[in-house]
């Protein structure tokens, strides 16, 4: 392996990481917030708990969250330097603003967690819950910014290899921006419901039957399937941006080779890369034109419209269908527990529904990776489409394969002690037991 490869390769390590907190940092302070607005408006003490330990958690992650974003940060002036020589001035706008809105959140975490019971009246400790989701999501949408950048580059003059007459806000408002970040928020606020969710179900199959686990289902279930549709609709919207503005990471997500209309939407299957033949696939007719124009008499572009030097890898033909097929998984859960349980004749907390909850927290957190993974690698050979290759905006220092192996080490090192200090924190501490001695303590 070179050292691209090895520049590529711990990037994609620490943004497989990084991206597993800071989903959980986006889209738990929603759930907290909702939570302790239902134990105030409600007056039950289930709901309040739930957005007590959900926010014990929540801290641990976002330290974890921390420590990898920074590493992040130094990677991309490490490994790419010519990306950060190139496109600095650029996207240090919508780097600052990420910092400047993190430090908004913990700012009001810190508040937030140190002032329960605090407050004559509740609702104050609760409107506290906002500026942290502001933070969080204001976080994300900046950094999302910078990706759609890479992608979209606009907002200057390209000029003898520099960048010119740089227009920050026209950059980071550029055309994959709305699409970027809708669909990044929806599918992080959907995969903390399915946390939150299999969490509570963990403990239902383990035998727990309180009150507070049944209710915590039923909340992150009925958020979830309003999510689920919205990642659905935002990954549609996605999709149509593509076909516009990326039609070649369209195309090689659905093995597409010549422009036409009416073109066929392919679903698994094998492909001959020497012949280009499909087999064993399940082709939709008419899906892909419809999926990319919404009619399907609709023109997609095809790769053989663009030089080969210029592909994407193939393989994320399987990467977009996994993702698709868990969005998917991630819709029919919720709307069959929610169907279950306003029939009221059967059990929508039988073991099946639970597993099937259960199984949602991993998919969902897959379901982001590999969402991840059709961005970043749909996009290659460009790091700045157009502008820059990732060949070409490496580091040149041949000792990357040593810090390859240090942050292997430091990141497993991070993951065992979330997990630890996660078990520890909650450790012989379960919902009902923190109930009672609620109750006791009144």
Known sequence: MGTV?????????????????????????????????????????????????????????????????TCIGLQLSLLWPEFMRLAGNVVGLPLFMETFAFFFEAIFLGIYLYTWNRFSNPYL???????????STGSALFITTVNAFMNTPQGFTYESGNLTHIDPLAAMFNPATPSKVAHVLFSAYLTSAFLLAMIAAFAMLKGRKDDYYRKSIRLNMTVGLVLAVATIIG????????????????????WHFETGDRASLVVGGRLNPETGEISGAIEIPWALSILATNHPDGTVVGLNDFPKDEWPPLY???????????GFYLLAVPCLFLAMLLIKRWNAYNRWILGGILAGGPLSFLAIELGWFYAEVGRQPWIIRGYLRVSDAATTNAHVDVTFWMFAVLYAVLGIVCL???????HNKPAELELELHRIIL
Do not use: C, N
Not at 39 to 57: E, P
Not at 235 to 254: C, N, R, V
């Open 5 to 69: 490869d090895w520049s590529r390769g711990l990037t994609e390590m620490t943004l497989a990481f990084h991206i597993l907190f800071a989903t959980v940092g986006v889209g738990v302070p929603v759930f907290i917030s909702i939570a302790e607005w239902l134990g105030i408006a409600k007056k039950d003490v289930h709901y309040s708990l739930m957005a007590r330990r959900w926010a014990r958690g929540f801290v641990i992650t976002v330290a974890v969250g921390v420590v990898t974003g």
């Open 125 to 135: 400790h609760w409107l506290l819950t906002l500026p942290i989701i502001i933070g």
């Open 235 to 254: 990954g549609d919207a996605s999709a149509k941006f593509l076909a516009k503005e990326q039609p070649e990471k369209l195309a090689a997500a659905e």
């Open 316 to 326: 994320v033909h399987y990467l977009f269908d996994a993702m698709v097929g868990i």
């Open 420 to 426: 630890f200090v996660l078990a520890r924190l909650f």
